[in-house]
């Protein structure tokens, strides 16, 4: 008898789906799985641990389940963050049973693998009982080593000096081939921590005033407009935040029409990190130490 069934399966995914319905920008898996064990009674069999690797079997037994629900639709992740879509809250209102949204989800991972395979749709077994499965244990590994390195990058980042964080988006800006003419000391800067030009003289437009704020609440509209009185037309303006910006604050941004302004969050700055990697001095590599790992790409 097997020791999780459909039913035990589907009341996870859909009390797991009633929680980040809360988050609509999302919530870090290893937050939502806390929160999801503390919301429901784990047997026996969920709470003990896989001899193999020690780790606890409800985890597992959650994140392979979601695996259904990303290739139906309904979840998004995306860089250690969950996200329902919103064919995942239809799909939620759709199917009060948690066997039968548990059901529907598996129809839907089956016709997506027949698609990949080009045959047509079968019985396989869901990818939540096929934990033995390569390309799904695959896409599991990945995941929760993209969830730990992200975890680790923006710990890091978040505990760094204010200063050396500056520097940091300074080294990138010359990675950028910007031309860095003034970083703010420590004390007060007036709103702007750094000036960089096109030009290494600093004579041609636009001059680009950065602000950076390494903090834990997002940025939101009224802490924006205060960087953007200082930004004038010939400016370019780019605020950095390591918590990202709210919604409004974002659209007050995409509403500018003469003022130029640029809003990067933590996940941006470290795209750009990656992709200007290699202009990057040893200082700078130093500041911000990060080697790259290759892992078979999972199933898409």
Not at 144 to 154: D, F, G, K, T, V
Not at 245 to 258: K, P
Request: hydrophobic content about 35%.
């Amino acid at each position: 008898m097997a020791e999780i069934t459909r039913k035990r399966t589907g009341e996870l995914l859909r009390k797991l789906f009633e929680i980040l319905s809360k988050h609509p920008e999302g919530l870090q898996a290893g937050v939502a799985l806390e929160q999801l064990a503390n919301s429901v009674t784990l047997t026996e069999y969920e709470s003990g641990n896989y001899e193999s690797s020690g780790t606890r079997r409800f985890e597992k037994i959650v994140r392979f389940a979601t695996v259904d629900c990303v290739k139906a639709g309904w979840l998004a992740k995306h860089k250690g963050t969950w996200l329902v879509t919103d064919a995942g809250l239809q799909a939620y209102k759709n199917h009060p049973s948690p066997e039968a949204f548990y059901r529907e989800a598996v129809r839907l991972y089956r016709a997506w693998k027949s698609a990949q395979n080009g045959k047509v749709e079968d019985n396989s077994t869901p990818a939540s009982d096929d934990a033995g499965g390569a390309s799904e244990s695959a896409t599991i590994t990945f995941e929760q080593a993209e969830e730990q390195a992200w975890s680790e990058i923006e710990r890091y980042l978040r505990a760094m000096n204010p200063f050396d964080f500056q520097q940091v988006v300074a080294d990138l800006l010359r990675a950028m081939s910007y031309h860095v003419s003034w970083i703010s000391p420590p004390g007060k800067d007036g709103g702007v921590d750094i000036i960089a030009y096109t030009d290494p003289l600093g004579t041609k437009t636009p001059r680009i005033k950065v602000q950076v704020k390494r903090v834990v609440q997002k940025v939101d509209k009224d802490g924006l407009k205060s960087f953007m009185a200082i930004i004038n037309e010939d400016d370019v303006g780019l605020f950095v935040s390591t918590a990202g910006f709210t919604r409004d604050a974002e659209e007050f941004a995409r509403s500018q029409e003469r003022r130029k302004i640029t809003l990067i969050d933590l996940e941006r700055l470290l795209d750009l990190w990656v992709q200007h990697f290699s202009r990057l001095d040893e200082k700078a590599r130093r500041r911000l130490p990060l080697s790259p790992i290759y892992f078979l790409t999972p199933e898409s």
